[in-house]
């Protein structure tokens, strides 16, 4: 997986170095908010590319546009000019289908899970309609929704409870496992440890590179050979995504 990570930062992450295959490319992308005489220019022609394999950081003060850029890049605003393309296709115009795959295919963790996770739904419902992108039941992905909160150091327990009666970082590793279990191809992290205090800061980003060595280090799992290898195998019931990092 691949994966860009904002924090007063954008970070990005694929697989394989500068000879890999791009992954996204961002080409001299404006993108301009507001209306009438409020209408500014937020993104002034940016363009970057991340390879598989590759991690991207993107650091700008606040005001800056980071949060712009990572909703710009799932689709939830839409450039005045410029491209961007994912495994090479234009994303531009699409709709349907297409732009709810591109939505599962490149996962955004905010800055506030509470905007990624519906206040009326469980804990449990959120992982369910991540594993599965037909609309989960969680009685049907108990188990699967299981282990992503042991990933996470969460009891199976908190399937059934509902975001607002965690911590905020407990949250923000809901939203963790929330995004990786839709098993992308790329994660936006949007300084996802900024409303947290420092010791939950290193708590999140230790967990994060935890799940990294688990994936690094499971080879009962067997997933897409991340860059350029053979096709997409089967995942195991619950198995990570070789790819993040
Ligand atoms: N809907 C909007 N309409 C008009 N201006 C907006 C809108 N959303 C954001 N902006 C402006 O765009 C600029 C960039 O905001 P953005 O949230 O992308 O910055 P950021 O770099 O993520 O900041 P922070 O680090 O504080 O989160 C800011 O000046 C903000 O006021």
């Known amino acids: 997986m ?3 990570s904002l924090s007063t930062v954008a970070g990005v992450q694929a697989c394989g170095g500068t000879a890999a295959a791009p992954l996204l490319e961002v080409d001299d992308v404006v993108v301009e908010l507001g209306s ?3 209408r500014a220019r ?4 940016v363009s970057l590319t991340v390879r598989r394999g590759q991690t991207l950081g993107l650091v700008g003060e606040s005001g800056s546009g980071k949060s712009t850029l990572a909703k710009t890049l799932v689709g939830n605003l839409v450039p005045a000019s ?3 393309r994912f495994d090479g296709r234009d994303t531009k115009g699409l709709k349907g289908t297409r732009l709810r795959t591109l939505r599962r295919q490149v996962q955004l963790i905010p800055q506030d899970p509470y905007s990624s996770l519906n206040p009326r739904r469980t804990i449990g419902q959120a992982l369910a309609e991540a594993i599965d992108p037909r609309g989960g039941n969680p ?6 929704i299981a282990e992503w909160l042991e990933r996470v150091s969460l009891p199976a327990e908190a399937a059934t409870r509902y975001p607002h009666e965690f911590s905020g970082g407990q949250r923000q590793r809901i939203a963790i496992a929330r995004a990786l279990a839709v098993r992308p191809e790329l994660i936006i992290a949007d300084e996802i440890t900024s409303a947290l205090d420092l010791t939950t800061q ?5 967990l994060l590179a935890k799940l990294r060595r688990d994936l ?8 897409a050979q991340p860059c350029s290898g053979p096709p997409r195998q089967r995942r195991s019931r619950g198995a990570l995504p070789r790819r993040l990092g």
């Open 216 to 223: 690094e280090t499971d080879d009962a799992v067997h997933l």
């Open 82 to 84: 410029g491209t961007i």
């Open 42 to 45: 937020i993104l002034n022609h």
């Open 139 to 144: 009685r049907r992905h108990s188990r699967d």
């Open 202 to 206: 290193a708590d999140i980003l230790n």
């Open 36 to 38: 009438g005489a409020a």
């Open 2 to 4: 691949d994966s860009i």
